[in-house]
């Protein structure tokens, strides 16, 4: 943790995220969002370099996670963290953002980009394939994701909890193999400790069945990205292996550069902060150098525009059908 940050707390879709920020003022605006187990915290090495950049830099602490409030409604859906994001650049006075994603922010930072092109510049996602391309997993890949399928049971949080939080340890140890995490994840387990927090971070994987299976929802988590993007993976990851960032460019209309870190698993921006930034300021740096003209400028407004239809026709193209009506009704 870095004394040399405090949170400060700003209203945003509906919430009071406590924030990490740094840079100047008038610096271009780049978020970044982690994923879980994790905290804004453990960007702080980002935050310093990329701010001392010239960039202004902001790392939210997502929805449930200390200190950011949790919200009333239980809602967790992919396209509500979206537009957290979306909300947050709003609140902060700016245009248009870079977003920096990483696990669930990566997650957030595609659909963000995919439901707001006007709004997000470019996106940096790490651990996480185009969303379409995780919804085609490999059979081995099922395996490693079975970890989803036990954060649904009613009593995960007490397995998660037990032991001074023996099985998240090893979750976290099986995903970045011979990583030291212990220190850097420590603000997360003491917050955990809190049931609700804990129950806030298992809430985005229980919410996933309504964002899959609602139509409405099904457009901007698989449509090809709008805008430029660079998307980082560890060689180590244990829990997205490498062989899901493959065959994924044409999910990218606006451009792709991919990067594996050959020494880092899935936390990868913890493991090797300052390749993570390098990483980071090159590709902010061709976006000064070649600035791209956005293939729209409009917003994803409804299930039955142009875009969605196309969209629904390039996943039928690739073996997902999307769902013909909401879930539970939504």
């Not at 129950?199 to 996933?208: D, G, K, Q, T």
Request: proline letters at 7%; one cysteine or more; hydrophobic letters at 45%.
């Amino acid at each position: 943790m870095s004394t040399a940050l405090l949170p400060r707390f700003i209203q945003a879709n509906g919430l009071e995220f406590g924030v990490l920020q740094a840079g100047p003022a008038d610096g271009e605006l780049v978020l970044l969002a982690h994923g879980f187990p994790d905290s804004a915290w453990n960007f702080a090495p980002i935050i310093e370099l990329l701010s001392a950049a010239g960039y202004r830099v902001v790392a939210p602490f997502m929805r449930g996670y200390l200190p950011t409030q949790i919200p009333a409604d239980g809602d967790y859906r992919i396209t509500t963290l979206a537009r957290d994001l979306i909300a947050l650049i709003d609140e902060l006075g700016a245009s248009r953002a870079v977003l920096v994603g990483h696990d669930w922010g990566a997650v957030a930072s595609y659909t963000a980009a995919a439901l707001r092109p006007d709004r997000v510049r470019a996106v940096v996602c790490a651990a996480i394939p185009h969303l379409r391309r995780f919804l085609r997993p490999t059979l081995a890949q099922l395996g490693r994701s079975s970890y989803m399928l036990r954060f649904q049971w009613p009593d995960a949080e007490q397995h998660l909890a037990a032991d001074d939080f023996a099985a998240l340890r090893a979750l976290v140890q099986r995903w970045s193999p011979g990583a030291d995490l212990a220190a850097a994840l420590a603000p997360v387990a003491e917050g955990f400790t809190d049931r609700a927090r804990l129950s806030a971070a298992l809430a985005y994987y229980r919410a996933m069945p309504r964002s899959l299976f609602n139509g409405e929802n099904w457009a901007p988590l698989t449509m090809p990205t709008p805008v430029p993007a660079c998307v980082i993976y560890g060689a180590r990851d244990g829990c997205i292996a490498s062989e899901m960032f493959a065959r994924q460019t044409h999910l990218f209309a606006a451009g792709l550069r991919q990067v594996c870190f050959e020494n880092a698993g899935h936390f990868m921006q913890i493991e090797q902060p300052q390749q993570f930034a390098e990483t980071v300021l090159e590709f902010l740096h061709n976006l000064k150098s070649a600035p791209h003209e956005f293939s729209t400028k409009k917003p994803l407004s409804g299930l039955f525009s142009p875009t969605v239809a196309t969209t629904y026709k390039m996943v039928a193209e690739d073996g997902i059908e999307p769902p013909t009506r909401g879930f539970n009704g939504t």
